[in-house]
Each structure stands twice: as C-alpha cells, then as structure tokens.
Nanobody, 118 residues
C-alpha cells in the first residue's frame, strides 16, 4: 500500500509564488518517476511536470520557465516551485508516482487546490 499526500496549495495573487510538496509513504522498493498533473474545471487532467529517477525533467509548454520540479530520493518526495503564477494556472494539482512495491504501479494523490486571482 502506497499513499501520496500533497501540500502547499492555496490562494495567491497573479504574479505570486507557491511551492507544492508531495510525500510518498508505504512499502516502496523504488520510484521510477514522480510528477505533477492538474485539472481545471471543465477540462481534462493534464501533465504539468515530471522527473525521473535519473533526474530527467519534462514540463508542459504552458509552465516552462515558470515552474521547477525537484525531488528528494531519500525521502520519496517531489516538489513543484511555481513562480509568476497566472489565473490560468488555477486547478487542482495532483501528485503522481510510478512505484515498485515490488510490482510496478502508478499512484495518485488526493489533490491540492491552487487558485490564482487577477
């Protein structure tokens, strides 16, 4: 059993910053990758950023240059530093991880709300 718990969401003015964190707990043999997705009202869930065990990163075009993903392998944590936030960044942000337990499975967190006001 693996759980992902997000924190750090909230309400912020446009141009401001937030830092999201996600911690994975449970019986974890290894983590292949961790990342962040988001879902705005009326839209599909979309990729925001991912980071692999080898520290390769991938970002959505809409957040490149503004968001930075990082991880702490020892603590099974992933962070998302969100700068220069825009109203269109408003969404529920979900942590995602591919974890071997030893079976390789994909897990989702419960989500944390990010609201950016004009």
């Amino acid at each position: 059993q693996v759980q992902l718990v997000e924190s750090g969401g909230g309400l912020v003015q446009a141009g401001g910053s937030l830092r999201l964190s996600c911690a994975a707990s449970g019986t974890i043999f290894s983590v292949n990758y961790m990342g962040w997705y988001r879902q705005a009202p009326g839209k599909q869930r979309e990729l925001v950023a991912t980071i692999t065990s080898g520290d390769s990163t991938n970002y959505a075009d809409s957040v490149k240059g503004r968001f930075t993903i990082s991880k702490d392998n020892a603590k099974n944590k992933v962070n998302l530093q969100m700068d220069s936030l825009k109203p269109e960044d408003t969404a529920v942000y979900y942590c995602n991880a591919e974890v071997r337990t030893p079976r390789l499975r994909n897990y989702w967190g419960q989500g944390t709300q990010v609201t950016v006001s004009s």
